[in-house]
């Protein structure tokens, strides 16, 4: 991804929000270990997703809109849906707490919005014991892509 539109992403976005999220990140990982926060981080996107639900037998574009409405009245950066035969795997591009966060725990902070998506998604009729990856394109934090195995 382009250095620069990372540094324009995490300009647009209020440092302090972005830098607490970071240090809770890290706080958690030191006090709790790398599974707890891993827990908590999924758990708390589970409960976000739980606040900010979503409408019922959408089109995938029109669960798309959707989606990119709460992201954007969140400033999360936006969401394209992507379909491969009967699967769906999630593209998030520009989260601001995704391209702050150093290389080695971008996908740990990526948890937050896996369980946002799991949440999501299983209201959406998912399988609940569908598990969720959420791996980040390289270390800028620009694109994750959160996958539903």
């Not at 981080?41 to 995938?60: I, K, Q, R």
Request: hydrophobic fraction near 45%; charge should be negative; charged fraction near 15%.
């Amino acid at each position: 991804m382009n250095q620069a539109l990372n540094v324009l992403i995490n300009q647009l976005h209020p440092k302090g929000w972005v830098t607490l999220f970071s240090g809770l990140v890290q706080s958690g990982v030191a006090l709790h270990g790398e599974q707890a926060a891993q827990k908590w981080l999924f758990s708390t996107g589970v409960a976000l997703g739980e606040g900010l639900p979503l409408s019922d037998d959408l089109s995938l574009e029109e669960l798309q809109l959707e989606i990119n409405k709460v992201l954007d009245r969140m400033q999360w950066g936006y969401a394209e849906l992507v379909q491969k035969g009967n699967e769906v795997y999630v593209r998030h591009m520009g989260c601001p707490f995704l391209t702050s966060s150093p290389p080695d725990q971008i996908e740990l902070a990526g948890l937050l919005l896996g369980g946002l998506y799991y949440q999501w998604f299983t209201s959406l009729g998912m399988d609940p014991s569908t598990e969720v990856s959420v791996v980040a394109e390289d270390d800028t934090g620009l694109l994750a892509e959160i996958t539903f195995i």
